[in-house]
């Protein structure tokens, strides 16, 4: 949840828009959408958090968890390394 909140924070303030503004548009108190940024809030409920990503234009998905970067991720790395 902290790694979505810290990806929810980050898009909202890109974006230029306060806490309370988002939680104007939802219908969530400001106390809400800081508590679900910071990690503060354990639970949010699918809606909440759905609602939260396509208000910011986010998609939430749902992958199989890997212990290692796929041989396409390293190209990927390998090629940017060698871009910058």
């Not at 503060?40 to 909440?48: L, S, T, W």
């Not at 998905?61 to 910058?84: C, D, M, N």
């Amino acid at each position: 949840m902290t790694e979505i909140g810290t990806r929810l924070l980050e898009t909202r303030t890109r974006q230029k828009l306060s806490q309370a503004e988002l939680g104007k548009r939802l219908g969530m108190s400001r106390a809400t959408i800081s508590g679900i940024e910071t990690g503060k809030i354990a639970e949010v409920g699918i809606r909440k958090m759905m609602a939260l990503c396509a208000a910011l234009g986010l998609e939430l998905s749902v992958g199989q968890r890997r212990q290692y970067p796929t041989l396409q991720e390293l190209r990927q790395e390998q090629h940017e390394k060698k871009r910058a």
